[in-house]
């Protein structure tokens, strides 16, 4: 990098990338998370990279310099340089970097941020290249549109944990990671055991992957259905599963809680981990409200001891489908 990089850029319709999200977050939150480099390291960049900050003074004149490490172990250098800060409404920095070896990128980015309602805030993330030719390397070498959504959605996730109080339940098992692991990605086993006590679950369709889909249905023992679906978000074999879990109906349709007259949340961030020690393994689920309101967010704090129930009942289902499964081995 060069002093050439932070010069101004003049735009041109074919020089930009421009990229939006609302937020069901306060906009003073929505600029911390962008700001404080003790949550930006927790949160930026695409699915399965992380972040190293060197340095992030936030000031005028400020230098932010990261490092970005991609799920293949290759490192992205950046740095950047703050040139104006408006609080809670602007940010603008040159930026330059890539990989060491390789042709860089250099671009002015500028956020802004734009409260829409108390608990709505839409930011856009704009960056301005040299020339249109700059701007379809950074797109087609850097995959700067997708990288910029999942980034984006990354940060959404973050404002739920910064919002709600998790569920969190561990539980621990006598199997190795890898065939607990096949338990919760494989059809034919995940639905022989999956959901609350008592329920069982005569239809679902998986379809295990990165924006795939499983759209399921639950049966009570006195003939009820819950239907419910699933997107994945991210799969890290045999570590993690991230996924959206929503009540649903028979065409995979996005409903209310059937069962309650409570402001349940449309949308759960489910995390799924997996830790082996000594042949056993213990599974972890995080929940959190996704894109929620203050009225949904405070329904689910409120019932941690009702999610206690229904997901340890699901353990429970789980340890005696293992346990007969190794009695079937």
Not at 36 to 51: E, S, Y
């Amino acid at each position: 990098m060069n002093k050439d990089e932070y010069q101004p850029i003049a735009e041109t319709p074919d020089c930009s990338i421009v990229i939006s999200r609302i937020f069901s977050a306060p906009r003073e939150l929505v600029w911390q998370a962008m700001t404080d480099p003790k949550q930006v390291v927790l949160w930026w960049g695409p699915r399965g990279f992380t972040t190293k900050i060197e340095q992030m003074d936030f000031r005028v004149g400020g230098v932010w310099k990261h490092v970005m490490r991609g799920p293949d172990g290759t490192e992205y250098l950046n740095k950047s340089v703050f040139k104006e800060i408006v609080p809670h409404e602007r940010v603008v920095y040159s930026h330059g970097g890539g990989v060491r070896g390789q042709r860089g990128v250099s671009f002015i980015a500028t956020w802004t941020f734009e409260e829409l309602a108390p608990e709505k805030t839409r930011l856009t993330m704009k960056m301005v290249d040299a020339s249109g030719d700059a701007r379809d390397f950074v797109v087609q070498k850097y995959g700067a549109l997708e990288g910029g959504k999942q980034t984006l959605t990354r940060l959404s996730e973050h404002l739920a944990g910064q919002q709600s109080r998790p569920f969190i339940l561990s539980r621990e098992f006598n199997a190795p990671r890898e065939l607990m692991w096949s338990l919760w990605t494989e059809q034919d086993h995940f639905t022989r055991w999956f959901g609350p006590k008592g329920f069982t679950m005569p239809v679902a369709k998986m379809d295990f992957r990165p924006g795939g889909l499983f759209h399921y249905c639950l049966t009570s023992s006195d003939g009820k259905e819950l239907w419910g679906k699933a997107v994945y978000r991210e799969i890290v074999k045999p570590e993690k599963i991230v996924w959206v879990n929503s009540f649903s109906d028979k065409n995979a349709g996005l409903t209310r809680h059937p069962f309650s007259k409570d402001l349940w949340p449309l949308e759960l961030l489910t995390e799924v981990t997996f830790a082996e020690q000594g042949g056993r393994t213990t599974v972890t689920v995080k929940w959190l409200p996704l894109d929620s309101t203050p009225e949904e967010r405070q329904t689910f704090d409120q019932n941690h001891e009702s999610m206690k129930m229904g997901w340890g009942g699901t353990m429970e289902q789980l340890t005696n489908y293992l346990d007969a499964f190794a009695v079937r081995k």
